[in-house]
């Protein structure tokens, strides 16, 4: 599975922001989504995952309330919608998926997309 986050940008805080990530590949076979972040100088940071069929989400409680996981298979692009977004989100945003159930653990993922850059202007 080949997967390309985009979406990223510069918007103030209190905006929101769509991310897409669209995967390309081996997309027969069922796959977990999930999404991450990474800050300069801090360790990736799970945000949300999302399980082949969609009916099982689980988002982090630091984002929870704000972020919205979803997937449309259609399309073989999962979405993370963030709202109400502060200064604190500025980071790559990554994607990633694994063959199976979803994950919070990124070293469970076999395949990431590049990252797309948030920052979020105070």
């Known amino acids: 599975v080949q997967l390309q986050a985009s979406g990223g940008g510069l918007v103030q805080a209190g905006g929101s922001l769509r991310l897409s990530c669209e995967a390309t590949?081996?997309?027969?076979?069922?796959?977990?989504l999930g999404w991450f972040r990474q800050a300069p100088g801090k360790e990736r940071e799970f945000l949300a995952t999302?399980?082949?069929?969609?009916?099982?989400?689980y988002v982090t409680d630091s984002v929870k309330g704000r972020f919205i996981i979803s997937r449309d298979n259609a399309k073989n692009t999962a979405y993370l919608q963030m709202n109400n977004l502060k200064p604190e989100d500025t980071a790559v945003y990554y994607c990633?998926?694994?063959?199976?159930?979803?994950?919070?653990?990124?070293?469970?993922?076999?395949?990431w997309g590049q990252g797309t850059q948030v920052t979020v202007s105070s």
């Open positions: 999302i399980s082949w069929i969609g009916s099982y989400t």
């Open positions: 590949g081996r997309t027969s076979s069922n796959y977990g």
């Open positions: 990633a998926a694994r063959y199976g159930t979803s994950s919070d653990n990124p070293a469970r993922y076999e395949y």
